[in-house]
């Protein structure tokens, strides 16, 4: 089973900073919507944004949009989440997700899932 790998999470202060990556090992990202999505404690997995797999294209959830942006380095196999401004409610695990079909916002339609990162906002 192909797995991605994320890292960059933490805990931070509100208004604060993060970037989150998300990789695989064994096989390119090229070919894949790399979306990403969120579990706060106590409630279902969301979607917060996605990038399609030219990086022309992004999209991102209303709660974390100006805040957070997504991006793709294709020579570092890596896809890279920018989290500014930080608020205690975007606390949770940060998943990202691969799929070759752009748009989808639903966590069970991804083919390949990492195991998450914490990101804490907290003060």
């Known amino acids: 089973q192909l797995q991605l790998v994320e890292s960059g999470g933490g805990l931070v202060q509100p208004g604060g900073s993060l970037r989150l990556s998300c990789t695989a090992s064994?096989?390119?990202?090229?070919?894949?919507?790399i979306g990403w999505f969120r579990r706060a404690p106590g409630k279902a997995r969301e979607w917060v944004s996605c990038?399609?797999?030219?990086?022309?294209?992004?999209d991102y959830a209303d709660s974390v949009k100006g805040r957070l942006t997504v991006s793709r380095n294709s020579a570092k196999n890596t896809v890279y989440l920018q989290m500014n401004s930080l608020k205690p409610e975007d606390t949770g695990i940060y998943y990202c997700?691969?799929?070759?079909?752009?748009?989808?916002?639903?966590?069970?339609?991804?083919?390949?899932w990492g195991q998450g990162t914490q990101v804490t906002v907290s003060s």
């Open positions: 990038i399609s797999s030219s990086g022309d294209t992004t």
């Open positions: 064994e096989f390119t990202l090229d070919y894949y919507t």
């Open positions: 997700a691969a799929d070759p079909t752009y748009g989808l916002r639903s966590y069970y339609e991804y083919d390949y």
